[in-house]
């Protein structure tokens, strides 16, 4: 959708000079999806965040440095990143939007949204970390940057870290929508490593409650020690219902949300226990 | 603003507003396979390749094509041969009323570019963003699965 208003756009040598640009007229521009579909009456100016070299997927020991201006398709794609925790990632990936709109869409200009957001829940049980540039660089866990709203603040964010996976584990995803792609009614992620007898390590993440996707530690600590089996599961899910507060917008009511914060965790549980020790 | 467009191997000079669509500029210069369907990137009508991946045309900003390959579907029959996926749209009768041809026809090569034997699912998952009016899916499915064994074929002879 051409934007009208806008009058035109800057191309920054460096990050230094891209965030002298960013005023109250201004955007930075990922993939620039947002800005097409949207296009705030405010923004005369963009800043392609083309020329930076944010466009990368480092591999780093098991981890992985993501630019902010790597797409998502690219993200799906990586062979490294497609197979952390046993293929949590393109599995959640899948979900958003269209393979049209993940081949623009950038993973920066996703998560400067800071709002609807099925990449959140995934990125947040994988620990990843968020780094970004305010006159300074920054770096934080993904659930601090939201929790923080850092997102509306005056900062580019230039690269996601995501660490190794502990050994053996494993991650699923579960989305509920009205139809394939639409924006989520709830979702759901959660990672899981085991002894081989009881679980050792384990996070749950849920989004769209209707907030942002945030990690529910209660769910956590109920699912560590215990065997991977149904009723930890569903201890976890009714640890996850409890600790939620879920509200209700046009999307949902919070009761209906309520009772997907438990199926959703039981069944991302479920998906991630048979990827357990196996290939993915 | 001057860019220098490269569409279906042919240079253009074209004249772009700030904020244009690639959609707008790319049906500004005759390409009009490129449908403005929704304007919103929800229905794929304006489905063009950027360096071989199909985005919504609707969604980019035209300055940003400089410097890569587009392909609409004006230029996607080699030489006047028909590319697999057209022969088997036609053959199929895929191309129902023809409106969200181009798009199914891009997305579904950009798909079968980087991944040439997928599964249903896959081609399904993949045709997400290309909404068929007619409401018909069952025939390009089956073109995409046709142009599939037509070019695994056409590799092995």
């Keep these: 959708m051409s934007v009208h208003t806008i009058e035109q756009h800057v191309r920054p040598a460096s990050i230094e000079e891209a965030f002298a640009a960013l005023g109250p007229g201004s955007r930075p521009l990922g993939g620039g999806t947002d800005l097409m579909l949207h296009a705030p009456p405010e923004v005369t100016t963009l800043i392609d965040l ?18 902010a201006m790597v797409t998502l398709t690219e993200m799906m794609e990586h062979p490294g990143l497609a197979g952390h925790f046993g293929g949590l990632l393109p599995e959640m990936l899948v979900h958003v939007g269209s393979p049209l709109l993940r081949n623009i869409a ?31 660089y920054h770096e934080a866990p993904l659930g601090e940057f939201l929790a923080e709203e850092v997102h509306r603040t005056r ?11 502990p050994a053996g584990a494993a991650g699923a995803f579960v989305k509920f929508s009205r139809v394939f792609y639409d924006i989520a009614i709830l979702n759901a992620a959660c990672a899981l490593a085991t002894d081989g007898g009881a679980i050792t390590w384990a996070r749950v993440a849920v989004g769209e409650t209707p907030r942002v996707g945030a990690l529910v ?64 | 603003m001057r860019v220098q467009l490269t ?23 005759g390409y009009k396979s490129v449908k403005n369907g929704c304007d919103h990137g929800d229905c794929g009508s304006c489905t063009v ?49 023809g409106f969200c041809t181009p798009g199914i026809i891009l997305t579904a090569a950009d798909l079968l570019a980087h991944n040439p034997d997928p599964t249903d699912r896959e081609i399904a998952e993949t045709l997400a963003g290309n909404y068929c009016r007619c409401t018909g899916y069952t025939k ?5 699965r046709e142009a599939v064994t037509m070019l695994r074929e056409g590799a092995d002879g």
């Design chain 1, 155 to 165: 900062m580019l964010i230039t690269e996601i870290g995501i660490p190794p996976a």
């Design chain 2, 7 to 29: 569409v279906n191997g042919t240079g253009h000079a074209a004249d772009v507003g700030p904020g244009e669509s690639l959609m707008d500029a790319l049906r500004a210069l």
């Design chain 1, 106 to 136: 950038t993973i920066g200009g996703h998560l400067a949204r800071g709002r609807l957001s099925d990449v959140v829940p995934a990125l947040l049980v994988a620990e990843a970390t968020i780094r970004w540039f305010d006159g300074s």
């Design chain 1, 217 to 280: 530690p209660a769910a956590a600590e109920a699912l560590t020690g215990n065997p991977p089996t149904g009723a930890t599961f569903e201890a976890a899910a009714a640890a996850a219902r409890e600790a939620i507060e879920a509200g209700d917008d046009g999307r949902a009511s919070a009761e209906y949300r309520s009772q997907l914060i438990g199926v959703g965790v039981r069944r991302a549980l479920e998906a991630a226990a048979g990827r357990l020790g196996g290939a993915g």
């Design chain 2, 140 to 144: 390009p499915l089956e073109a995409i």
């Design chain 1, 50 to 67: 083309g020329g930076l070299s944010l466009d990368a997927v480092e591999d780093t020991d098991g981890g992985y440095r993501v630019g």
């Design chain 2, 49 to 97: 390749l950027m360096d071989g991946r199909a985005v919504n045309a609707c969604l980019v900003f035209a300055y940003r094509a400089e410097g890569t390959e587009l392909t609409t579907i004006e230029g996607f029959a080699a030489e006047g041969a028909l590319h697999a996926l057209q022969t088997a749209s036609l053959d199929t009768g895929a191309v129902q009323c």
